[in-house]
């Protein structure tokens, strides 16, 4: 019982943010018979280095590879100029003579998710990496990078004595070194002392991708910047012109891709619609220029993004938790609406629509009066006739005519003599001119304006019609999303959803079946436009009136990017931008982004000057 004080001690010292120190040692007795590999002489460079690059707020996360005791480097990290906050320290004991060097690469990786967890509880980490083994420094890149270990704010520091050879092919082969704030502390053993350099890799300068040596540290000098960079430099400010890939397919009104010839006969392929022109401003605000990479479909273009080939997919996505499980997001610069499109339900030729022209008040109205009319008239006959002793009318000949006279036939050659027959037979005339005309009218009106039977124009009105509803395979994430919904419309239409054929041979679909399509509104808006109308600009399809899922939008880029920062302010600068240019031509507000684009094209706006006022 006497622990369990103890535990709870320890959490609040941790939430306090005091000194915590945690050492994991997998391997007490390998620890206390191997020689340290880290002179006490060296303890002084990784003092300066982390002065210099740490802050006194900040955690640190020291990872050993089982050779350089931990004891040795806590005596660099306690020191008064670079003390942290807090000190995690985890060792890994290296794999013994017959032992699979897996059991190695698994235990880095769990203390590679520990030491994420460390990260993601602090609000500044460090971490310091001490191994002179390249293989470990290796395994530790892939670990670090598929757990997720770091992001550009995490600053990491790489303490080694590789030969120069070494650290030139290890800096620019993976993610972690090359691409994150990864500085390299590479310890130089002389006759005397211990010497060290510090090395980064810059993958965009004017000399292109290179390893820079920016430091150097001796006993007597200390730490000396070689060069006008810093020791956590920031690599994405500017490109320096490069040429960086993204993955992207025509997908308009977002992204159009037209081919050019220039005056000297070559061809060259220029990109507009609104995240063609927003790409093209964060371009030139980074500067660098961008390639599309050679793909079939945007299934492979976010998977380029995933393994890293591809720097970003510039093109509107829907932000999903599906999706972010896979990559992260850029700043949220649109509104995204999800819509729906189905063929408009259609009139079938049948007999009803002689009917529909008058009321059914007005239709029994006209039959009591075509069954009584008839019967009055043949009494004010018949008296007539027996006043007058002459012939008398059948019952049948005055339906006959009465019938005829309410189609609009001809009057009867023998008219009725009495004036109250005639009277009678003048009335009913107005009658049936009055209805006939009506009628005619409205025939006229039905045909020329059918009246279509009422069509699904909500969520919940198009799961209980179609029988199938179809997206495209880059829409995979939806389904899982519709499924995992706590609303039951949105179950039943995960339920119904097929992923599988393209927009446009879904719509081709949907005319042929009872079926419908999900899609962004704008783009799915654009297709019928360009596909199925008509000359007349009439359409076999439509688009529903209520989004089926209004979110926001973004472009897929790789998880913990360093560069997100960069093109996420420029992106923000171009929003800035042409909502200044919006509200001084006073456009309305529910439409700033739409039209600002245009704004920002032509006038030719430049964000390094937009930033520099």
């Given at each position: 019982m006497a622990g369990l004080p103890r535990l709870r001690g320890q959490r609040k010292i941790m939430r306090a943010s005091v000194v915590l120190v945690v050492i994991l040692l997998l391997d007490v007795i390998a620890k206390s018979i191997l020689p340290t590999r880290m002179e006490p002489s060296a303890i002084g460079a990784l003092d300066a280095v982390l002065g210099a690059t740490s802050l006194p707020s900040c955690s640190l996360i020291l990872l050993a590879d089982g050779i350089t005791s931990p004891s040795t480097i806590l005596k660099a990290v306690s020191s008064e100029g670079s003390s942290p906050r807090g000190v995690t320290v985890m060792e890994v004991t290296a794999a013994e003579d017959g032992q699979d060097g897996n059991v190695t690469l698994a235990m880095l990786s769990h203390l590679v998710d520990l030491a994420r967890q460390v990260r993601l509880s602090s609000?500044?980490?460090?971490?310091?990496?001490?191994?002179?083994?390249?293989?470990?420094?290796?395994?530790?890149?892939?670990?670090?990078?598929k757990g997720r270990l770091l992001v550009w704010a995490t600053r990491l520091l790489v303490v080694t004595s590789l030969t120069l050879p070494q650290l030139y092919a290890l800096l620019p082969a993976h993610?972690?070194?090359?691409?994150?704030?990864?500085?390299?502390?590479?310890?130089?053993?002389?006759?005397?002392?211990?010497r060290a350099s510090v090395y980064i890799y810059l993958p965009y300068s004017q000399a292109g991708a290179q390893v820079v040596r920016i430091a150097s540290w001796s006993p007597d000098r200390g730490l000396q910047l070689l060069t006008e960079l810093q020791l956590s430099a920031e690599k994405y400010d500017d490109f320096q012109g490069a040429t960086i890939p993204v993955t992207a397919l025509p997908y308009?009104?977002?992204?159009?891709?037209?081919?050019?010839?220039?005056?000297?006969?070559?061809?060259?392929?220029?990109?507009?619609?609104?995240?063609?022109?927003?790409?093209?401003?964060v371009a030139r605000a980074l500067n660098f220029t961008f390639i599309t990479l050679q793909i079939a479909s945007w299934v492979e273009a976010v998977d380029k993004v995933v393994e890293r080939e591809s720097f970003m997919a510039p093109v509107y996505h829907t932000v999903l938790p599906q999706r972010l499980e896979r990559f992260d997001m850029t700043y949220?610069?649109?509104?995204?609406?999800?819509?729906?499109?189905?063929?408009?339900?259609?009139?079938?030729?049948?007999?009803?629509?002689?009917?529909?022209?008058?009321?059914?008040q007005v239709w029994a109205a006209v039959l009591a009066l075509l069954l009584v009319t008839p019967i009055i008239v043949l009494m004010v006959i018949r008296l007539g006739e027996r006043r007058?002793?002459?012939?008398?009318?059948?019952?049948?000949?005055?339906?006959?005519?009465?019938?005829?006279?309410?189609?609009?036939?001809?009057l009867p050659r023998r008219l009725p003599t009495t004036s109250s027959s005639r009277l009678l037979v003048g009335a009913w005339l107005v009658f049936a001119f009055i209805i006939g005309t009506v009628?005619?009218?409205?025939?006229?009106?039905?045909?020329?304006?059918?009246?279509?039977?009422?069509?699904?124009?909500?969520?919940?009105?198009?799961?209980?019609?179609?029988?199938?509803?179809?997206?495209?395979?880059?829409?995979?994430?939806?389904?899982?999303?519709?499924?995992?919904?706590?609303?039951?419309?949105?179950?039943?239409?995960?339920?119904?959803?097929?992923?599988?054929?393209?927009v446009l041979e879904g719509?081709?679909?949907?005319?042929?079946?009872?079926?419908?399509?999900?899609?962004?509104?704008?783009?799915?808006?654009?297709?019928?436009?360009?596909?199925?109308?008509?000359?007349?600009?009439s359409t076999e399809l439509y688009v529903g009136r209520q989004h089926i899922l209004p979110g926001l939008a973004a472009w897929p880029i790789p998880h913990d990017s360093p560069y997100r920062p960069q093109i996420d302010l420029s992106i923000m600068a171009v929003i800035e931008v042409c909502c200044r240019f919006a509200q001084e031509r006073r456009v309305a507000k529910v439409k700033v982004f739409d039209h600002c684009q245009e704004f920002c094209v032509n006038e030719h706006t430049s964000l390094r000057h937009v930033t520099a006022e």
């Open positions: 609000w500044c980490v460090r971490v310091v990496v001490v191994s002179h083994d390249p293989a470990f420094l290796v395994a530790f890149a892939e670990s670090s990078l993610w972690t070194f090359s691409m994150m704030n990864t500085i390299f502390l590479n310890l130089e053993k002389t006759p005397s002392n211990v308009p009104p977002y992204w159009v891709e037209e081919e050019h010839q220039t005056a000297n006969g070559t061809t060259v392929r220029i990109y507009s619609g609104t995240d063609g022109e927003l790409l093209n401003s949220t610069y649109e509104y995204s609406f999800l819509a729906f499109g189905m063929k408009k339900p259609g009139l079938k030729p049948r007999w009803q629509s002689l009917y529909y022209p008058l009321a059914n007058d002793a002459g012939s008398r009318t059948g019952a049948g000949d005055v339906v006959q005519h009465m019938t005829g006279m309410l189609v609009g036939q001809n009628y005619r009218g409205n025939l006229t009106a039905h045909l020329t304006l059918p009246k279509y039977p009422p069509r699904p124009e909500t969520v919940e009105e198009l799961v209980e019609v179609v029988d199938r509803v179809t997206r495209p395979p880059y829409g995979a994430a939806y389904k899982d999303f519709f499924l995992g919904s706590e609303n039951e419309v949105f179950q039943k239409l995960g339920e119904l959803l097929f992923i599988g054929p393209k719509l081709q679909q949907a005319l042929k079946h009872n079926q419908a399509v999900i899609e962004g509104r704008r783009y799915l808006e654009q297709i019928i436009a360009e596909n199925f109308s008509q000359p007349d600009g």
